[in-house]
Each structure stands twice: as C-alpha cells, then as structure tokens.
C-alpha cells in the first residue's frame, strides 16, 4: 500500500464481503482531485476497522457490524410478540363463547 494522499485530502474506503472471489489486498484510484482506496480481504476480516487501520487507511464511522440483539431486546419482542398472541387467543376465545351462547339460545328457544 502505497500511501499517495495528503493528510488534507479525502480518502473513501469501499469494504463488504461477498461471494465473488478476489484477491486480498488495497487498490487505490483517482476519482477526481480524490482518491479512492477499495480493500478486499477474506471472510475473517471484512468489515474489521482495525484491519483497515493496520495497513493505514481510514476507518468508516458507517460500518455495520455483526451485532447479536441485546437480551433486553429479545425480551422486548418476546413480550410484545405474546402480547398480539394473547389478544388475539382472547378475541378467538369470546367468539367461541358467544357462538356457543347463539346455539345455546336457540336450543332453549325451541323447547319453549
């Protein structure tokens, strides 16, 4: 990697993984008064800032990492999801009942 920018200008950094095979390493190109640094690394390195930064390039602050939801926000979507199932399980459970109540009312209806 050759370091070919100025402390004043702007370097971009493309990172991603995808299923496509290249070969690891940095490419840089001009777009511009700008230049335009695009790595490639395998699977166990992408999107890793500090690897980026080893080799001297600018971290991205948009970086999307592989986070695991917190427990309390399992927990969140836990509760509001068995709270739709139980309103919904209520509703079924009062249509049940006044379906039943309607055959019950008319079984009485014809005795009298």
């Known amino acids: 990697y050759d370091n070919k920018c100025s402390l004043s200008e702007r370097r971009t950094v493309q990172k991603g993984?995808?299923?496509k095979y290249e070969e690891n390493?940095?490419?840089?190109?001009i777009f511009g008064s700008k230049w335009t640094?695009?790595?490639v690394c395998n699977q166990m390195m992408c999107?890793?800032?500090e690897a980026l930064a080893?080799?001297?390039?600018?971290t991205t602050s948009g970086t999307v990492a592989n986070k695991a939801f917190p427990?309390?926000?399992i927990f969140l979507i836990s509760l509001v999801f068995a709270?739709?199932?139980s309103s919904?399980?209520?509703?079924?459970?009062k249509m049940v009942c006044f379906i039943f109540s309607i055959i019950y009312a008319s079984i009485l209806n014809k005795n009298y």
């Open 17 to 19: 993984c995808g299923k």
């Open 88 to 93: 919904y399980s209520v509703i079924n459970i």
């Open 71 to 73: 427990i309390i926000q």
């Open 47 to 49: 999107n890793y800032d």
């Open 83 to 85: 709270l739709i199932v």
């Open 37 to 39: 640094s695009r790595c």
């Open 25 to 29: 390493g940095c490419r840089q190109s």
């Open 54 to 58: 080893a080799v001297g390039l600018e």
